[in-house]
């Protein structure tokens, strides 16, 4: 095999089973720090194996068998040496079962066991959301921190810091039982939401699906009111995913046609479940609007009044950035683009990150262009493109700019 198809079969089983393997030796060793070294040394493994070798027919038994050796030869070594000689994998680890042999209950079971475990109120709160996100989603450093506003180097701290006190508290990796498992939920909803909002960023989409998965079977194992509303509210953003193909289409101007009716059906449905549950929180409100926008398949319109209302119970619920940035937009709306600035300044005085989150400047853009003050919506649209990820974006941010 060819260096390059190593590459992509590699890449192949990273997506697929990286986070499972490494919650699957994490749960064994109580040490994500290790789980995560032995599992990258695997892949540098099958990179320099697969090509003389071939692919085997199970990759990640292969890579599982590996990983394990590896954790061992750390365990042996008090001067923690190296994973042992390539000469040593021996040939026929590919004839190792697959992961969903080896254990096919515990192996999706002990994932949500580490997303849990890393909401132990031993660990800091502050570094619960973003463990998961890197240790149990496989997610990096930088992606993790451009969900909570604040630098890679800090965030590569935080998350170590974490990870080593796992490490010596021995934190047991076990489901918490049902009388402790409410305070824990708002952590792994938050990583699971975290999740969905990375990966509807560019390169990491097949993730997306995977959030609606998570978000899926924790409502279906909990029961709880938020989990179905943030299982709602993916499924119905997930249902436009496919809206604009290669190019950037607000929201407003996509076909409703062109939207996923099936899902969208299916994230109504679990809303309604949420709703029953007599309680409402930050993401039943998302969800909800979401629900407006999907409305449209029907109605040909759209509900701003709903939306505002709705915006004002969120940011009452859940003051954030993210919230506030939404509710100024819908305000422009409704009230005018005058109505919308203001609510952004008061965003500006009250979240000093606001000047390096993108949809601020992509918001302030518009309401500036509505406005009629083209050479500030110049500015903010050249800002909100100079901060945009994703290269359709930038591009419709740059056309888009008076």
Not at 305 to 318: N, Y
């Amino acid at each position: 095999m060819t260096r390059s198809g190593a590459w992509a079969a590699a890449e192949h089983a990273a997506r697929a089973s990286r986070a499972r393997l490494v919650a699957l030796l994490a749960s064994n060793s109580g040490d994500l720090a290790l789980a995560e070294d032995a599992v990258a040394a695997a892949f540098e493994q099958a990179l320099v194996v697969w090509p003389e070798r071939g692919v085997p027919a199970n990759p990640d038994g292969w890579l599982l068998t590996v990983a394990r050796n590896r954790q061992r030869d750390v365990w042996k070594s008090a001067a923690h040496r190296t994973a042992a000689p390539l000469e040593q994998v021996p040939d026929n680890v590919g004839s190792v079962a697959t992961l969903d042999e080896v254990d096919p209950d515990a192996i999706p079971d002990r994932r949500l066991a580490l997303l849990f475990v890393c909401a132990h109120p031993a660990i800091a709160e502050s570094a619960r959301t973003p463990l998961m996100l890197q240790a149990v989603l496989g997610f990096d450093a930088a992606q993790v921190a451009s969900v909570f506003a604040v630098s890679s180097s800090a965030m590569a701290g935080r998350l170590v810091r974490a990870k080593r006190r796992i490490r010596d508290a021995r934190i047991p990796f076990v489901v918490p039982d049902r009388t402790v498992m409410p305070e824990r939920l708002p952590a792994v909803l938050e990583a699971v939401y975290g999740c969905f909002t990375i990966a509807r960023g560019p390169g990491v989409t097949p993730m997306a699906s995977e959030s609606l998965y998570l978000a899926t079977v924790l409502a279906e194992s909990v029961d709880e009111p938020e989990a179905w509303g943030l299982a709602s509210l993916i499924a119905l953003s997930l249902s436009r995913a496919g809206a604009t193909g290669a190019d950037f289409v607000p929201l407003d101007e996509q076909d409703p046609a062109s939207w996923d009716a099936e899902l969208a059906e299916r994230g109504e449905r679990m809303l309604r479940r949420a709703s029953a549950g007599g309680r409402i929180g930050r993401f039943q409100l998302e969800a909800a609007m979401q629900a407006v926008h999907a409305a449209r398949r029907h109605t040909g319109v759209t509900d701003w009044p709903a939306l505002d209302t709705l915006s004002r119970a969120l940011v009452h619920t859940a003051p954030t950035l993210g919230s506030r940035v939404a509710r100024a937009a819908i305000a422009g709306r409704v009230d005018g683009p005058e109505a919308g600035l203001d609510v952004l300044d008061a965003v500006a005085r009250d979240h000093p990150a606001a000047t390096s989150y993108q949809p601020f400047h992509a918001v302030r853009a518009d309401l500036l262009a509505r406005a009629g003050r083209t050479a500030d919506a110049r500015a903010a649209f050249d800002r909100a493109a100079e901060l945009a990820t994703d290269d359709a974006v930038r591009a419709w941010l740059r056309n888009r700019s008076p």
